[in-house]
């Protein structure tokens, strides 16, 4: 058994620490035991780094060895993540890092929690899981709510989750179509400036809906879904005037909303529907002075039955981890500004 080097340290934030302490968790299955140790040990390197332990790695399993109440959590982490792995569950790189926060904010946590609310698509491989329990709060709404509100930063998942529900209540059947839609462009809808026809005028703004789209569905059925009218990618102009009923309307970037085009868009949800609303609200581009819909609508609509918000932070950030620390970095510079 060989121990690493790297050597403990006797105090954290300047308060002395209690006795060393050792721990060994048996973990017999020697596949198991590479699976959660990752490639080159990148997985307990990576617990190492965060929190003030050495993990030593054997034949037999693991032993933890530091402070006491870090050994603590390390030993219940890798347990969980070990359950987790046994059961047939996979990380993907940042959920070991997304873990440790998670657990070392409420020692109570489950993670196993987590990925019970899998979304399920027909014909994808595998589930879409979510990463944090704002996320698994978010499932749980749509799922139990007619109009969710996602908003928060980049990053959190806001619109990749919604879009997932809908495809999966498409292929399930619960819903007749899908009906994807975001502002054409950021200040107004206006398009003149731009080359082409219409429909090559909206492309671009419409483009990160068709990414995600077709991250869920192969290329080609996504084009036929397209084709026959069961998937629809429109900016939100042209919601205008329309009904729309037995469907799953996404509605993107609704921060860049008016106030009244937010209520034109709301007031279209017909029987048997359902909507989410998705945005940032501290990257408005609307004209200075203008109200942006989304935060018009958060405010008025907050304690209207059936309607559900969700507010991610960016601790929900699931993209590269330095999106999470640039996030509150704005943040702060944002509130020492004002």
């Not at 990752?38 to 034949?59: H, M, P, Y």
């Not at 205008?240 to 868009?265: C, H, W, Y």
């Amino acid at each position: 058994m060989s121990v690493a080097s790297k050597p403990l340290s006797k105090k954290r934030n300047g308060a002395p620490q209690s006795a060393e302490k050792t721990e060994t968790l048996e973990i017999s299955d020697p596949e198991l035991l590479l699976e959660l140790c990752g490639e080159q040990n990148r997985n307990l390197k990576t617990i190492e780094k965060e929190l003030d332990v050495r993990i030593a790695q054997s034949a037999d399993g693991l032993t933890i060895i530091g402070i006491d109440a870090d050994v603590e959590l390390v030993a219940d982490l890798l347990r969980q993540l070990t359950s987790l792995l046994a059961n047939g569950e996979r990380f993907f790189p940042g959920d070991i890092q997304r873990a440790i926060k998670m657990l070392s904010g409420n020692r109570r946590l489950q993670l196993a929690e987590l990925f019970r609310d899998q979304v399920k698509i027909a014909g994808r491989k595998h589930s879409i899981i979510p990463k944090t329990f704002r996320q698994k709060e978010y499932i749980e709404a749509i799922k139990s709510h007619d109009v969710v509100f996602g908003v928060g930063p980049a990053g959190t998942g806001k619109t990749y989750l919604a879009m997932a529900m809908a495809v999966s209540s498409l292929m399930n059947r619960e819903v007749k179509r899908v009906v994807l839609c975001r502002p054409a462009v950021e200040a107004g809808e206006k398009l003149g400036f731009l080359p082409g026809d219409m429909a090559e005028k909206v492309n671009p703004y419409l483009r990160p809906l068709y990414d995600a789209l077709h991250d869920m569905v192969d290329y080609d059925k996504a084009h036929e879904m397209v084709e026959k009218g069961l998937i629809e990618v429109a900016p939100l102009a042209f919601m205008r005037g329309r009904t729309l009923s037995k469907a799953f309307v996404v509605l993107d970037e609704a921060q860049n909303t008016t106030p009244i085009q937010m209520k034109m868009f709301l007031t279209r949800l017909g029987r048997r529907s359902k909507c989410v609303i998705t945005g940032d609200i501290s990257q408005i581009d609307l004209p200075r002075g203008v109200t942006s819909g989304l935060s018009d609508a958060v405010r008025i609509l907050k304690d209207i039955e059936g309607i559900s918000i969700t507010n991610f932070t960016g601790e929900d950030v699931i993209r590269h981890p330095l999106v999470s620390r640039i996030v509150d970095a704005y943040d702060e510079s944002t509130t020492v500004g004002d």
